[in-house]
Structure formats: structure tokens, C-alpha cells
């Protein structure tokens, strides 16, 4: 896998937004899919979002849909999370995968530090 650098977490507040970035210091990262995993406390780690090599495939879970969007610059080795309308069940540590296979996380093997989203009620 490569590796990446998620960064763009914080404290936010029910309903607002932070966008969250994946970035890799490789030139072949443009070749990969890219995704998004979140694991709250307690909880599994679950998938979030995709995207596709182009940039104009994605998809997402049921429950991010509408809500946040996943976008990349290939140029900067760059993927983008967008979240908003932000609910406290959007509480966790979010997580980057390069390059993305599966929406299963024990598909994986490494993970980097991920970024703290934390939302308050």
C-alpha cells in the first residue's frame, strides 16, 4: 500500500463542515483508487467513501451519502474528503487507503495515523 498523510480533522459542531485530506509523496498514487474509512469508538471500522482513478468515479455509504463528497488532484497526489451537515454519529478517526479494493477494512493490513473528527451536540 502507500503511504499517505491524513490531516484536516478537528472539533466541529452538529451541522458543520471540515475537509479532510489524503495526501501521498508517490507519482504512481494517480494509478490507484483511493478511500476513506472511519472507525468511532467502540465501534468497527466501516468504509466511508471511494474514489476512482479518474476522479468521476465514487461512491459511499448509506450513511454519508449527500452529505459528504470525495474528490482528488491527481496533480498533488491529493484526496479530498468534504464533509458537511456533520452529525455526532460522524465521530471517529478517519482513514485513508491507497490503493482502494475492497469496502471491507479487515481487507487491510496497514493504516496510517488517521485524523480525529470529533462532532459536538
Known amino acids: 500500500q502507500v503511504q499517505v498523510v491524513e490531516s484536516g480533522g478537528g472539533l466541529v459542531q452538529a451541522g458543520g463542515s471540515l475537509r479532510l485530506t489524503c495526501a501521498a509523496s508517490?507519482?504512481?498514487?494517480?494509478?490507484?483508487?483511493v478511500g476513506w474509512f472511519r472507525q468511532a469508538p467502540g465501534k468497527e471500522r466501516e468504509f466511508v467513501a471511494a474514489?476512482?482513478?479518474?476522479?468521476?468515479?465514487?461512491y459511499y455509504s448509506d450513511s454519508v451519502k449527500g452529505r459528504f463528497t470525495i474528490s482528488r488532484d491527481n496533480a498533488k497526489n491529493t484526496v479530498y474528503l468534504q464533509t458537511n451537515s456533520l452529525k455526532s454519529d460522524d465521530t471517529a478517526v478517519y482513514y485513508c487507503?491507497?490503493?482502494?479494493?475492497?469496502?471491507?477494512?479487515?481487507?487491510?493490513?496497514?493504516w496510517g495515523q488517521g485524523t480525529q473528527v470529533t462532532v459536538s451536540s
Open positions: 487507503v491507497v490503493p482502494f479494493r475492497t469496502n471491507r477494512a479487515s481487507d487491510y493490513d496497514y
Open positions: 508517490e507519482r504512481t498514487f494517480r494509478f490507484y483508487a
Open positions: 474514489v476512482f482513478q479518474n476522479g468521476a468515479t465514487t
